[in-house]
């Protein structure tokens, strides 16, 4: 059982920047992680996912594109969220999920094992 944490969250002004942590309770080495949100009253949605190191492969939704990085450190079972330019349509509860797949096209909607309690970030003047 993998046990994640993400932290970092809070409130930023627009154009602004946080870093979000994932930190998991064991090794992450064979997990993709998955960054998703969910916005008051939507769907959650994925934002990025980022294979295991071996195959190196991250997939970016068009609406953080350019905005948004991600990087892991296997050594620390730790994977970060960068978020630049931040807007208020990025006001969401981030999640970060792991799972041993390959972040295929529909990794959005395929069952993902396990899952952090959310950060919540809120983009407002």
């Known amino acids: 059982q993998l046990q994640l944490v993400e932290s970092g969250g809070g409130l930023v002004q627009p154009g602004g920047s946080l870093r979000l942590s994932c930190i998991a309770s064991?090794?992450?080495?064979?997990?993709?992680i998955g960054w998703f949100r969910q916005a008051p009253g939507k769907e959650r949605e994925g934002v990025i996912c980022t294979t295991t190191t071996r195959y190196n492969f991250t997939r970016y939704e068009d609406s953080v594109t350019g905005r948004f990085t991600v990087s892991r450190d296997d050594a620390k079972n730790t994977v970060y969220l960068q978020m630049n330019n931040l807007k208020p349509e990025d006001t969401a509860v981030y999640y970060c999920?792991?799972?041993?797949?390959?972040?295929?096209?529909?990794?959005?909607?395929?069952?993902?094992?396990?899952w952090g309690q959310g950060t919540q970030v809120t983009v407002s003047s």
């Open positions: 999920a792991a799972d041993p797949s390959f972040c295929n096209v529909d990794y959005a909607s395929q069952y993902w094992y396990f």
């Open positions: 064991g090794s992450i080495v064979y997990y993709a």
